[in-house]
């Protein structure tokens, strides 16, 4: 968990400076850690879903092959 914490921290110290710099401006620097960080979150979980279904159908096309030559005439 403080892994977690850490890195939750340094990924919003990231965004903030980048923006800050980018901009000038504390007010949009700020808005950007909030608001990039949230949006990745919700995109992450949508990449892990397709991943996870990806590796499903990836690991059934392998178990089917794998067993292929018991049908073999």
């Not at 850690?33 to 392998?62: D, G, M, S």
Request: aromatic residues 16%; charged residues 10%; proline residues 1%.
């Amino acid at each position: 968990m403080i892994k977690t914490f850490s890195f939750a921290i340094l990924h919003f110290s990231v965004a903030f400076s980048i923006a800050y710099l980018l901009t000038g401006s504390i007010l949009i620097g700020g808005l950007m850690a909030l608001i990039e960080p949230a949006i990745n979150t919700v995109v992450f979980y949508f990449h892990e879903r397709a991943w996870n279904h990806h590796q499903h159908a990836h690991a059934a096309i392998k178990e089917a092959d794998e067993h292929e030559w018991a049908y073999v005439a």
